[in-house]
């Protein structure tokens, strides 16, 4: 918005307007301090302090030593955190293969105008109203090898043992994640397909192009920032799943399901170590900032540009 | 035009707004759970579940309707989600008066951190009340010769508890020794019946296993020196031979299918005892009482069996000896005002462990921490339960408190996390001992 005002020709005219939009853009700086306010509070007051216990002892109870890189050392030495990171990046990856797909096909199809759409959207929507802990528990329950869905049913094929398995409860888990997250991924895409132009469609029709053209041709490429910006919320957001996966597995079993977040939990809040839980939180920070910017450089230099140009 | 400049109006006076509302919040928040409601009351968390809670519900209000000016206000929490929460809020200086816990380990880490009260004296002025208790019930809540909280609740030994009627079906008889158990273990799952329940994803459950037979393989002094922190004391050979055995059960399919990913939280390994799905189960005795409470007439109809854990041939420990929870504690918060501190010590001498009291946790199935309470257990309906357990409390050369309450949290959730993999096969016996040899003196 105030690009294009500072640019129209029709501001730079007398010198008494172009004091008022300088007082303008003065007030507007005082805008940003209410929020600038919040960010500092609750964000880079709580980082320093992280960064700063990452090197001190502390059991969370008594009193705070320093530990110098002790902390470090140790956490970088343990095995632990290189399967942390690798289950970390498994399931970032893994849940961008399974939601992206399915999240745009249905984001395409809730967009458009068929019969029993928007009964059908409310369907695929009712996931997104439940908490976490309320979806692990039901699963938790409903997998349950004794007592659980598939005994009830007498299903024997799902009767496996779902979270006692590693490599089952690593895709049960993400299996879990993806019936969270892909009605939000849906919504973003709908929001996007519905931005589009139809007059792109009326033109690719009198070309004589089918639907499925019209998809990897129009749909596909003007989706672009909308991929990217669901593509930064899986992958940053998968850096802090833990509510799901610490009800549902709580790690287990063994170290299976033991993420980054969680075992930064387990190691804070379970076995008293503050000091090795912050390293971790500070690798997670460095990790998710990396990512953040990454996905923001694929976008492209020109992502402000329009897309719609020559419309 | 106009339209944003209402909008941004309207979002200055919520920025304008939002501090306060901030503000008033987070006072609600450091009001809530440190102090009392009214007065010179005291706050408690407690555990939820039943039948404990209606018990200390009662108590409570008891207690409450006497003393009007020392109110006692509980809060109830789960097992699992209690251990955190408590530890959380008395780092943040949060911590409700009553302190409510295991003992052991724990709780030396609060009296090193001068978050208890020393109630050594308190006991000294009050000489009838420490001797109400038994004995052994003080030595997890001592910490360098002093006492940092009051033994209460009741005393919880691990017991083999088994189906009599699945064991009349398969016409065995309950395991006196391991090789009763690998045998008993065949029968059963050529019966198509699971020989072992286990809540495995809790972990604590499996920890049980390794708490007796270790015991039963290397005597009481193993684990003894483990405690202490003496050098290499997780490598006993005992402590191989323990996890070979752990490790040789999971392979012969002893525990049910599944048993990592069942919770104890939920009871579902309970159920699966009483509801003939599994043989036997090794478990605390507090779950005597859920599943009489919960369990369809089981325990009520004589199913129920119970014995000592088997011995080992060749074993050195004294097949008398008995692991659990010698007794429950709570500990007073050092942060709490005067005023909230004479309240607890006041519920501490009248309000907890009251003849009532002793009465309902009898009549639950559990047998609490006090001395002379003989005839009372003979003539209750749970006799031959109680008798059990307060003989092997009683005759125990050793009573050896739960691994992850004596231990530090930090070697505590190491030994869990171990615990986990050692019964997953996904590490050695070996490996688990090296393991956790590494966090001797953490």
Redesign the interface.
Known sequence: MSNTVSTSPRTAVTRGESLQTEKRKAALAW?TV?AL?FFLVFAVVPLAGVFILSFANW?????IGVAGMDNWLAVLADPGLYNALGLTFLIMIASWLVQTPISLLLGVFTAGSQRYRAALAVLYFLPLLLSSAAVAIAF??L?????GLATGLGLPFLAQ????V?HL?LGLVIFVIAWQFVPFHTLIYQGGVRQIPKSLYEAAEIDGAGTIKQFFHITLPQLKYTIITSSTLMVVGSLTYFDLIFVL??G????STRILALDMY?RG?????MGPASVIAVILVVIGLALALLLQRLGGKDKHGSQLEGL | MKQPQTSRRSFLALAALTPFAVAATSACGTSGPGTASGGGGASMWYLSGEPNQTTMQKAVDTFNSANPDNKIAVTYFQNDAYKTKIKTAIGAGQAPTIIYGWGGGTLKTYAEANQVEDLTSWFEENKDLKEKFFPSSFGAATVDGKIYALPNQYVAPIVLFYNKELFEKAGAQPPKTWDDVMSLVKTFNDMGVAPFSLGGQSRWTSMMWLEYLLDRIGGHEVFNAIFEGKPDAWLDPAVIETGTKIQELVSAEGFIKGFSSIAADSNADQALLFTGKAAMMLHGSWTYGAMKKGGQNFVQSGKLGFVHFPTVAGGKGDPKNGVGNPAQYMSISSKATDQEKESAKKFFKDGILTETVIDTYIASGSVPIVNGIEDKLDTSEDKDFLNFVYDLAKNAPNFQQSWDQALSPTAAEALLNNIDQLFLKSITPQQFAENMNATLGK
Request: proline share 12%; charged share 15%; no cysteine.
């Open positions: 805008l209410p306010f059991d969370g109870i008594g009193s938790k329950a997998l349950d090898p004794n007592f043992d779902w979270l006692g590693p409860a597995t709580g287990g079993p063994g170290n387990l809040f379970r076995a008293n170590l």
